[in-house]
């Protein structure tokens, strides 16, 4: 009996060696393991022994039973780490093939535009800064020159949100006059204040209820309107080009004394006269003017030891001059195409 269980462990152990895939190695475990399976069968044999032999020959099929399984599982765990590598290997990442292309945003034209003043500015000694949005009666008109009941405020009409108190500011100059109080008329100023504005107007091609303006402020002692001339020359051959000529027409502004409307000759044409300038050679880009001595004494400023000038520059008007833009509405459509379209590095 012996015998017979050593020659059949030898036999499955054999078989188990052999066994070429998963497949085999489970037929094989059904064969010998299972019910109807030799092992089985012996230990039916069981119930013809003696006690004694019946202990021994016990011991015997378990072992056997034993060996029979560790093998099986063994050779199990083999076929299934290879079955792993395999399927490891072929699902392994190629990185040398090219990604897919993951899209960039791209700056809003305007933005660039309002950061290359930034950039001149900064680089003259100029500080930005921002101021709220929704603004004071006070900071926006009366501090300006504009008392309530003044003509001049019909243009500049704007969104009201709490009584005539709080306002959509009309322009950023609040900006400014908040930044005189806070330096209380002892320190010069030297700031720009880029930042949206807001008015009552219908929107079309060259309007919008909602623009953004660039306007800077410098009180200093001894400050003229030739030092305005000379800034302004600057910032505009810096973004118009080195040829640009500048050109200053009286104007009128509650805030300033004299006022101007700043011209630069026609980069397009260089003063020939085109479309772009209505064949004038000439093109408005903003206003500025030497500070009132009225808005001086009301920041806080003696007129009589200091004086200053002030600019604002409208940023679609210059990026729509630049870009060659004919509508106001491009900027805030929120068409990502038109933003892609004017993605381009500029040269200096
Ligand atoms: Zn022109």
């Not at 009301?298 to 409208?314: L, Q, V």
């Amino acid at each position: 009996m012996k015998e017979k269980v050593e020659k059949l462990k030898k036999e499955i152990l054999e078989k188990v060696e052999k066994a070429e895939n998963l497949k085999i190695l489970n037929d094989l475990r059904v064969e010998y393991l299972g019910k109807k399976g030799p092992i089985s069968e012996l230990t039916s044999h069981m119930k013809e022994l003696s006690p004694e032999e019946k202990k021994d020959f016990g011991m015997l099929l378990n072992s056997l039973k034993q060996s029979v399984t560790e093998a099986l599982d063994t050779k199990k765990e083999k076929f299934e780490e290879e079955e792993l590598n395999k399927k490891l290997a072929s699902e392994s990442i190629d990185v040398t093939l090219p990604s897919t292309p993951i899209p960039t945003g791209s700056p809003n034209i305007l933005e660039h535009v309002i950061e290359e003043f930034e950039t001149v500015f900064m680089s003259m000694g100029y500080d930005v800064v921002d101021g709220p949005e929704l603004e004071e009666d006070k900071y926006n008109f009366e501090l300006l020159g504009l008392p309530k009941g003044h003509p001049a405020r019909d243009a500049q009409d704007t969104f009201y949100v709490k009584d005539d108190e709080l306002l959509l500011r009309s322009h950023t100059s609040p900006v400014q006059a908040r930044v005189m109080l806070a330096k209380g008329g002892i320190e010069p100023v030297r700031v720009i204040c880029p930042g949206k504005a807001y008015r009552r107007d219908d929107d079309d091609a060259t309007h919008s209820h909602q623009f953004t303006q660039i306007e800077g402020l410098i009180v200093d002692k001894d400050i003229k309107l030739s030092d305005l001339k000379g800034t302004v020359t600057v910032i505009c051959k810096k973004l118009f080009g080195k040829d640009t000529i500048t050109r200053f027409r009286p104007s009128y502004y509650q805030f300033t004394e004299p006022s101007v409307e700043m011209d630069i000759s026609c980069f397009n044409c260089k003063g020939k006269g085109c479309n772009i300038c209505k064949n004038t050679g000439w093109i408005t880009i903003g206003g500025a003017g030497v500070v009132h001595y009225d808005v001086l004494r009301g920041c806080g400023y003696d007129p009589e030891k200091w004086s200053g000038f002030a600019f604002g520059f409208g940023a679609e008007r210059c990026a729509m001059l630049k870009y060659g833009i004919n509508d106001i509405r491009t900027f805030y459509n929120t068409d990502l195409r038109e933003t892609k379209n004017f993605d381009r590095r500029e040269e200096d």
